[in-house]
C-alpha cells in the first residue's frame, strides 16, 4: 500500500476527448487549497515506510520560432532549481512495503528517465520473482515500451516491432493498483486504476475556474476555515473538489503550441486491450434464466408476479451440477486468499517489530458473518501454523451489538475447526460522542463521498484497521463478565475484507425486490450495476480508511479469477431468492461455508458493517435525535453538511 500523488504547476490541459462539454480556464490562478507539507503528511500514513518526490520541469527551446520549438525535460528532486521552466510536474511517492527484500522509495526512476509511482500488488500477468519488488519488476516492464500512446492502433509508429504499449502492460496486470507514470521519451503523462477500482485515485479536473490538474490516493484534511476561505473565493466547495478517477487508463500527451508556445496537455481514455479483462468489466452472464427442464414459468411466478415461497424445480436442480459448482468457487476463492497471504510475497525487513511475521502478519475485517468467517477459515489454510490471525471486530455498542455476538459465535466456530491456530479476536470498542477529532478525520478520507452512510461506514473501517483493541484468550462467551482481557493493538499490515461477496452473489435486499418485481434478468442487471459502480461507491472510500492507519486492505472476493469463476457459473446456482433470507440470498458461498465446516455461519443473515456494529444506530441518535426520525429522513442518504464538521 502507497500513497502516490502528482500536481501539475504551468499547463494548459485538454479535456474535450473525455468530456464533450470541456471548456478552457476563465482563470490562470493555481492556488493550492491545501500545502505540499499536508498532502505529504497525508500521503506518509498510508506509507510510513519511506517518503520523496521528484520533479519534472519541462522548458522549451527559445532559440527557435513558436512553429519550429522544441522542448525538453529536466528531472530534479525536491530541490531548488535555476532553471527557468514553464511546466513543473511534482511526483510523490510514500510507501508501504510489502514486496521484496531490499527497500524501495518512491518515486522510482530508470535510466530512461522515466518516473514511476505505484500503489497496488500484481499477483498475475506480469512474472514477479517472490524476491521481488512488483513496482521495480513494473517500472522494468513499462521502460520497454513503445513511445506511442495511440492504443496500437493504425498510427503507431511502433506497430510490428514486437515492442508492447503502456496499455497492453497495465491491461496485463492482476491484482489491484493506481499508478502515476511519466514515459519522457514520448513526453506522456500516464495515470489510471485498475478495472474495478480496489486502489483509490482522485483527480481534480481543471474547470472554468480552477486550471489546476491533480492526482492524489487521498485528500489532505482541510479545516472549517480553509474549506470555507476558499469557497468565499472561487465558489467551488473543497467537499466537491476532488473526484473518483474512473476505472481505466489515461494518457496525457505534452505538446508546444504553435500559437503562443505555451505547453498543451492532450488528455484520452485508453481501453483495455486484455480481453479477459474486456469481458469482466462488461460482467455478462451467459446462463441467467433456467432452462426448461430445470424450471416452469408457471412454478416461479403468479398472475400478479409475485414469487411463491414453496418449494421450486430450483430445489430439485442437479445435486452434482452444483457441488461442482460449489467446488470451483472454493478452489477460487482459495487461490485468491493464497495470493493476498503467501509469506513468501511479503517484505521480510519491515520497520516494525521483526517478530511480527511469526505473529500475524495477515488480519481479517471480522463481524462473523458469512463472508468474513470464510476468508477467516481459508486463510487458516494458506497460513502457516505458527502464524496467529488476527480478527478485527468493531463495535458501538459492547458486547450488545449483533457483530459482536456473531463475531464471539464465530472465533468458537473456527477454534472448532482449526483448534491448533491460535485465533485472537480483537474486541474493538467505540463511543462516537468521543470520537470528534476523528470524525473529522474521516471525513477527509471518505471525500468526495459526504453521506452518513458513508461517514458510519468509514469510521468502522477506520477503527477496525487500526486494530486497537482487546483480546480475551480461551473460549469467547457472550455472557462471561468475568473474563481478563489484555489490552492489543494489531500489527498486521494486510487485512482481508469481504468487499465483492454481496455484489456477486446476490446478498443485499434490494437483489430480491428486483426479482420479485422483475425477473432473473432484472436481477442479473442490478448485481451488474453494483459491479460497474463498485468502484465509486465503496472500493475508494474503503481503501482510503483502511490505508490511512498504514494497512493495506486486500479483497480476495474481487479477484480477477473469482469474479470469471463466479460469472462462469448460472445465476439460479449462484442465489436463490425464492428462499428466505440466510438460505437462499448467497446461495453458492453458504454451501463453501458448509464444506469449510462452517455450518452456524452458512446460516446467517446478510448484515452491514454500519448496522452490526450499531453506529448507524448511535449515529442517527447523535445526528437526527431518533432512528425514527433519521429513518424519515433517509438518513444513510442525507449529505453531510459543514455544520457536522464541528
Not at 155 to 176: E, H, N, Q, W
Not at 383 to 389: A, F
Not at 468 to 476: A, H, L, N, P, S
Not at 541 to 561: I, M, S, T
Request: net charge neutral.
Amino acid at each position: 500500500m502507497c500513497g502516490i500523488a502528482l500536481i501539475i504547476h504551468g499547463l494548459h490541459i485538454d479535456l474535450s476527448s473525455i468530456f464533450v462539454d470541456a471548456t478552457s480556464p476563465k482563470s490562470h490562478r493555481e492556488e493550492l487549497v491545501f500545502s505540499v507539507d499536508n498532502l505529504k503528511a497525508t500521503l506518509r500514513r498510508r506509507g510510513p515506510d519511506s517518503l520523496s518526490c521528484k520533479k519534472v520541469h519541462l522548458y522549451s527551446n527559445t532559440s527557435t520560432s513558436p512553429q519550429d520549438q522544441e522542448f525538453v525535460s529536466v528531472t530534479e528532486d525536491c530541490i531548488f532549481t535555476s532553471v527557468h521552466y514553464q511546466v513543473e510536474l511534482l511526483f510523490i511517492g510514500a510507501t508501504l512495503q510489502l514486496r521484496g527484500v531490499n527497500p524501495i522509495s518512491q518515486p522510482l526512476q530508470d535510466s530512461s528517465k522515466n518516473i514511476l509511482v505505484y500503489n497496488g500488488e500484481i499477483f498475475g500477468g506480469i512474472h514477479v520473482e517472490s524476491d521481488s519488488n512488483d513496482t521495480e519488476v513494473l517500472l522494468q516492464a513499462l521502460e520497454q515500451c513503445c513511445s506511442c500512446n495511440s492504443n496500437r492502433d493504425a498510427t503507431c509508429l511502433c506497430k510490428g516491432s514486437g515492442r508492447c504499449s503502456v496499455v497492453d502492460v497495465l491491461s496485463a496486470i492482476k491484482g489491484p493498483w493506481a499508478l502515476i507514470y511519466w514515459q519522457d521519451s514520448s513526453k506522456t503523462l500516464w495515470f489510471g486504476r485498475d478495472a474495478f477500482g480496489r486502489r483509490s485515485l482522485l483527480v481534480h479536473w481543471p474547470t472554468a475556474e480552477d486550471p489546476q490538474f491533480l492526482l492524489s490516493s487521498v485528500s489532505p484534511p482541510s479545516s472549517v476555515e480553509q474549506i470555507s476561505d476558499f469557497e468565499a473565493q472561487t465558489g467551488i466547495s473543497k467537499l466537491n473538489f476532488w473526484e473518483e478517477l474512473p476505472c481505466g487508463i489515461y494518457s496525457m500527451s505534452m505538446d508546444v503550441s504553435k500559437l503562443d508556445g505555451g505547453f498543451v496537455g492532450n488528455v484520452k481514455k485508453h481501453e483495455w486491450t486484455n480481453a479477459m479483462l474486456n469481458e469482466l468489466v462488461k460482467w455478462e452472464r451467459m446462463l441467467i434464466n433456467p432452462k426448461p427442464e430445470v424450471s416452469h414459468l408457471s412454478d416461479w411466478q403468479s398472475p400478479k408476479g409475485q414469487h411463491n415461497m414453496r418449494p421450486t424445480c430450483l430445489d430439485m436442480i442437479s445435486s452434482e451440477s452444483v457441488s461442482v459448482s460449489v467446488q470451483k468457487v472454493l478452489n477460487a476463492l482459495r487461490k485468491s486468499v493464497m495470493r493476498r497471504s503467501s509469506l513468501h510475497m511479503t517484505f521480510q525487513a519491515v520497520a516494525c517489530d521483526r517478530r511480527q511475521k511469526e505473529l500475524a502478519p495477515v488480519a481479517v475485517l471480522f463481524s462473523g458473518g458469512l463472508d468474513s468467517m470464510i476468508l477467516a477459515a481459508l486463510l487458516n489454510e494458506c497460513l502457516d501454523l505458527k502464524c496467529e490471525i488476527d480478527l478485527l471486530n468493531v463495535s458501538f455498542d459492547g458486547k450488545f451489538a449483533p457483530d459482536r455476538i456473531s463475531a464471539k459465535a464465530g472465533v468458537n466456530e473456527l477454534r472448532r475447526i482449526a483448534p491448533s491456530r491460535r485465533w485472537k479476536l480483537v474486541e474493538i470498542d467505540a463511543d462516537l460522542s468521543n470520537l470528534i477529532s476523528e470524525t473529522k478525520h474521516v471525513m477527509s478520507l471518505i471525500n468526495p463521498a459526504n453521506t452518513y452512510m458513508d461517514l458510519n461506514i468509514g469510521i468502522a473501517l477506520w477503527l477496525a484497521a487500526g486494530g486497537d483493541g482487546w483480546v480475551f484468550e480461551g473460549i469467547t462467551k457472550n455472557d462471561d463478565e468475568d473474563q481478563q482481557g489484555v489490552k492489543y493493538k494489531s500489527k498486521s499490515r494486510i487485512i482481508l475484507v469481504g468487499s465483492g461477496a454481496d455484489e456477486q452473489c446476490a446478498g443485499y435486499g434490494r437483489h430480491k425486490t428486483k426479482y420479485r418485481h422483475g425477473s432473473w434478468l432484472a436481477l442479473h442487471e442490478e448485481m451488474k450495476l453494483d459491479m460497474q459502480r463498485i468502484w465509486k461507491r465503496n472500493l475508494g472510500r474503503d481503501d482510503r480508511c483502511c490505508a490511512d492507519q498504514g494497512k493495506e486492505a486486500r479483497f480476495p472476493f474481487l479477484d480477477e479469477d473469482v469474479i470469471r469463476t463466479l460469472l462462469d457459473i448460472p445465476l439460479w446456482e449462484i442465489a436463490n431468492l425464492d428462499q428466505p433470507s440466510g438460505t437462499g440470498d448467497k446461495k453458492i458461498l453458504r454451501e463453501v461455508a458448509k464444506i469449510l465446516g462452517l455450518h452456524e455461519a452458512a446460516v446467517l443473515p446478510k448484515r452491514a458493517i454500519q448496522f452490526g456494529s450499531r453506529i448507524a444506530r448511535e449515529s442517527n441518535r447523535k445526528n437526527f435525535g431518533s432512528n425514527r426520525a433519521a429513518n424519515q429522513a433517509s438518513a444513510g442518504s442525507v449529505v453531510i453538511g459543514k455544520q457536522n464538521l464541528t
